[in-house]
T-cell receptor, first 114, second 111 residues
Framework: DGGITQSPKYLFRKEGQNVTLSCEQN?????MYWYRQDPGQGLRLIYY???????QKGDIAEGYSVSREKKESFPLTVTSAQKNPTAFYLC?????????????FGQGTRLTVV | KQEVTQIPAALSVPEGENLVLNCSFT??????LQWFRQDPGKGLTSLLL?????REQTSGRLNASLDKSSGRSTLYIAASQPGDSATYLC??????????FGTGTRLTIIP
């Protein structure tokens, strides 16, 4: 089935560790996105990529890094510089453009600092 | 600043009633608007996308409208069911490559 796969579903991080969240899509979409969701808040954009080997910072990029070496993959690394990483992370993809550019989301990764 | 607002934050209605969820946005120069559903602990499921040239879209019991001039969209749910209980999110594509989200309306359908 076509879609977006995020892994793992749950992730635990110790203080000072870097962790990487996986996002893979087989929808042949050029644009991919990472969002963070905190309780009672909307989704906030961390990073996005419109094409392979290119990506831009979103509204809350500090403490995060990404890569886009393949069209279907957009991993997110939460570094030790991110002081409050406990949150629900969501990955999305869509075709770029102005019209019928429906976005699709994965099932999310819940990251907890222990 | 481009912002999306959803009011109320929570809504409870008896089963069988029709209901309307609201979304407002600050900039009328949008490309499209998308409604999502989110169940607790899950990702977002796309419900409807309305392009800027359209005024409404329908899917089953759902109907979404768009009024760019007033910066508003509504999601109408007919004959509500307990399975409709979820958080509903509105997202606007403002003409860059970002999707800007509202904070959502948590809907509870009372059996």
């Amino acid at each position: 089935d076509g879609g977006i796969t995020q892994s793992p579903k749950y992730l635990f991080r110790k203080e000072g560790q870097n962790v990487t969240l996986s996002c893979e899509q087989n929808l042949n979409h050029d644009a991919m996105y990472w969002y963070r969701q905190d309780p009672g808040q909307g989704l906030r954009l961390i990073y996005y990529s419109q094409i392979v080997n290119d990506f831009q910072k979103g509204d809350i990029a500090e403490g995060y890094s990404v890569s886009r070496e393949k069209k279907e993959s957009f991993p997110l690394t939460v570094t030790s510089a991110q002081k409050n990483p406990t949150a629900f992370y969501l990955c999305a993809s869509r075709r770029p453009g102005r019209g019928n550019t429906e976005a699709f989301f994965g099932q999310g990764t819940r990251l907890t600092v222990v | 600043k481009q912002e999306v607002t959803q009011i109320p934050a929570a809504l409870s209605v008896p089963e069988g009633e029709n209901l309307v969820l609201n979304c407002s946005f600050t900039d009328s120069a949008i490309y499209n608007l998308q409604w999502f559903r989110q169940d607790p602990g899950k990702g977002l499921t796309s419900l409807l996308l309305i392009q800027s040239s359209q005024r409404e879209q329908t899917s089953g019991r759902l109907n979404a409208s768009l009024d760019k001039s007033s910066g508003r969209s509504t999601l109408y749910i007919a004959a509500s069911q307990p399975g409709d209980s979820a958080t509903y999110l509105c997202a606007v594509h403002f003409g860059n490559e970002k999707l800007t989200f509202g904070t959502g309306t948590r809907l509870t359908i009372i059996p």
